[in-house]
Nanobody, 123 residues
Framework: QVQLVESGGGLVQAGGSLRLSCAAS????????MGWFRQVPGKERALLSTISGSGGTTYYADSVKGRFLISRDNAKNTVYLQMNSLKPEDTAVYFC????????????????WGQGTQVTVSS
């Protein structure tokens, strides 16, 4: 069982930055691929970025490529999402998720989810 807790969301002006953190419980964090997703009301949860267990392989959706950076610190059982050049359309609830083995682009493939953190970008 893995428990995930996101933090770092908030209100920011367009063009600003935020760093989200996702702290995981458990002693086998490095065996889990991690993903960041976001969701707005009425829409499906959308994949933003993934990172392999070792941190050596990452993926970014086109919508955030060049603006967001995913990283992880396995010693701290934490994955991060550095978000730069934020836009009003980035406003959403952001979730981290964990999956045993390799990363996946489908939300339903992830076994564990955090509770989400709200990010609001004002224009």
């Amino acid at each position: 069982q893995v428990q995930l807790v996101e933090s770092g969301g908030g209100l920011v002006q367009a063009g600003g930055s935020l760093r989200l953190s996702c702290a995981a419980s458990g002693r086998t964090f490095s065996s889990y691929a991690m993903g960041w997703f976001r969701q707005v009301p009425g829409k499906e949860r959308a994949l933003l970025s993934t990172i392999s267990g070792s941190g050596g392989t990452t993926y970014y959706a086109d919508s955030v490529k060049g603006r967001f950076l995913i990283s992880r610190d396995n010693a701290k059982n934490t994955v991060y999402l550095q978000m730069n050049s934020l836009k009003p359309e980035d406003t959403a609830v952001y979730f981290c998720a964990a999956r045993s083995g390799t990363a996946h682009d489908l939300a339903r493939a992830y076994e564990y989810w955090g509770q989400g953190t709200q990010v609001t970008v004002s224009s």
